[in-house]
């Protein structure tokens, strides 16, 4: 498997990005989960769309996380974030993920790698 392109990596980038400032639009409360660099390509998308999105995350409409080294820590994370979320009065919830890239040096975006949308 190739590495991805930066045109492809680009189009994640705006749809992610896409996808959460349209939840935190609607009221949603959003959750990003990816590796820093598509955090950070992510989020200095939205701040140029999204003025607010300092407010976002400190009001935790938006949570950033990194994935857990397990995929029971994981879920757990996933279980408590929304629930968390539920409590605090959230009807809707929207949740982006890019896929972990292989652990190895140098590893690749794995098969199947993409932007996931509304949940």
Same mark, same amino acid.
């Given at each position: 498997?190739?590495?991805?392109?930066?045109?492809?990596?680009?189009? *994640? =980038? $705006?749809? /992610?990005?896409?996808?959460? #400032?349209?939840?935190? !639009?609607? &009221?949603?409360?959003?959750? @990003?989960?990816? %590796?820093?660099?598509?955090?950070?390509?992510? *989020? =200095? $998308?939205? /701040?140029?769309?999204?003025? #607010?999105?300092?407010? !976002?995350? &400190?009001?935790?409409?938006? @949570?950033?996380? %990194?994935?857990?080294?397990?995929?029971?820590?994981?879920?757990?994370?996933?279980?408590?974030?929304? #629930?968390?979320?539920?409590?605090? &009065?959230?009807?809707?919830?929207?949740?982006?993920?890019?896929?972990?890239?292989?652990?190895?040096?140098?590893?690749?975006?794995?098969?199947?790698?993409?932007?996931?949308?509304?949940?």
């Amino acid at each position: 498997m190739s590495a991805p392109s930066i045109a492809s990596d680009q189009a *994640l =980038t $705006r749809q /992610a990005a896409s996808l959460i #400032a349209n939840g935190l !639009d609607a &009221g949603s409360v959003c959750m @990003l989960a990816a %590796e820093r660099r598509v955090r950070e390509r992510v *989020l =200095t $998308r939205l /701040a140029r769309r999204r003025a #607010a999105l300092r407010s !976002d995350l &400190g009001v935790k409409r938006l @949570l950033v996380s %990194e994935y857990a080294k397990t995929a029971a820590s994981q879920l757990k994370f996933w279980a408590t974030a929304f #629930a968390a979320a539920t409590r605090a &009065g959230a009807r809707t919830l929207h949740v982006v993920a890019t896929c972990p890239r292989d652990p190895r040096p140098g590893g690749r975006l794995r098969p199947g790698a993409r932007v996931r949308g509304r949940v």
